[in-house]
Each structure stands twice: as C-alpha cells, then as structure tokens.
C-alpha cells in the first residue's frame, strides 16, 4: 500500500513552459485535491475532484487545470508556469472533503 | 470565508520545556483536524476533535477543542527534538472542505 505517491520530486521550468504534475492514490479514495504551500500563505486548494469524472475550483485555479479520468490518478497541469508559480505542490486523498487528508511527499517546483 | 488564525506563527524551545499553540477563529467548526509535516514531506494528521470541550491525548500532545468549537489548542509536555516540525490546524465546516491554518514552525533545541 503506497498512498498518495507524487511525481516528480523536484522540477525546475523557464516561464512559458507547461508541465504536468503526477498524483496516484491506491486507497480507493473518492475525493483528490491538489494544494500548494507557500511561506506565510499556509496551504492553499488549487483544484479538487470527488469521484472521477468530476473537478471543480478551489481556492487558487487560475493557470491550471486538473482532470479525473480514474479513481486513482488525479494529474495537475501548468499550461504556461510563470514565476508565481513557484512553490511546493501536494496532492491528497481522502474519503469526503472534510475527512482525513492524506498527504503526497510534494513536489518543489521553481520556475524562473 | 472561514479563518483560522494559528499562534504563534514560530517558537523554539529547549528540549524538555512544555508548550502550547493555538489555533482561533471568529467561525464555528464542526470539527477541527491536527496535522504535523516534518521538512520534505506531507502534513499527517494527528488527531481529530469533534465535540465541544473534547480532550484528546496523544502521548505527550495534548489537545483541546474549545467549547464554543472556535478554537483549539495543542499542549506538548516535555519536548523532544523529534516533536520540530509545522503544526497545522484544519477545520471542517463550510461547503469548501477543510480550512487550513497557516501554521506553527516548532524547533525543539536539543
């Protein structure tokens, strides 16, 4: 049993480039939600699903888009990353929205 | 919007001293979750308190959901060098899921 794996680690993009984060749970858990962390800002909902099929905004969408084509994947993609951007990215699993979250190891993502 | 308003935002103590932060708000949360995330990893929850004046125990973290459910704090008795790390609060209560705050950094000196 994994949990939420996150790939990758690290990543380093020039403005204007897209990427796609890779988030997988084997839990089975319905509901998958994309954070990011950033100093002094705490963590900040950028996109949630709760079942595949089915994505909705949070609270920071703007610049990326998210799909669910299964339970378990749930990718994040950076169209065009801008400096802003830059900051760590967590996935998390879960049954419901105001259950336990658990947690990715991150991905640390600088974009210059 | 709900808020929560963790203090202090950093602390540092010395291995073996007692603390306490807190996590308030101006909202009701039906329930409100405790995590810790140690550098280069997710947050994992600790606990989760659900009624009003609830008091959990964790070994040597103790936890305190208000009796309004509008805040909560956490006791360490007796800190460890493993206690360092964030310390995040999360309350359940709006549409949106879980409010998270925006966190205490604890380092514990050895």
Redesign the interface.
Known sequence: NAG?TQTPKFQVLKTGQSMTLQCAQDMNHEYM?WYRQDP????R?IH?SVGAGITDQ??VPNGYNVSRSTTEDFPLRLLSAAPSQTSVY?C?SSYG??Y??Y????TRLTVT | TQLLEQSPQFLSIQEGENLTVYCNSSSVF??L?W?RQEP??????LV?VVTGGEVKKLKRLTFQFGDARKDSSLHITAAQTGDTGLY?C?G?GGA???T????THLIIQP
């Open positions: 939420v939600s002094g800002m705490g963590l909902l949630y949070g609270e967590f998390a929205r105001h336990e979250q947690f990715g190891p991150g | 039906s329930s979750q995590y280069g990893e997710g947050p994992v929850l989760t995040l999360a359940r949106d899921g879980l998270f705050g925006k966190g």
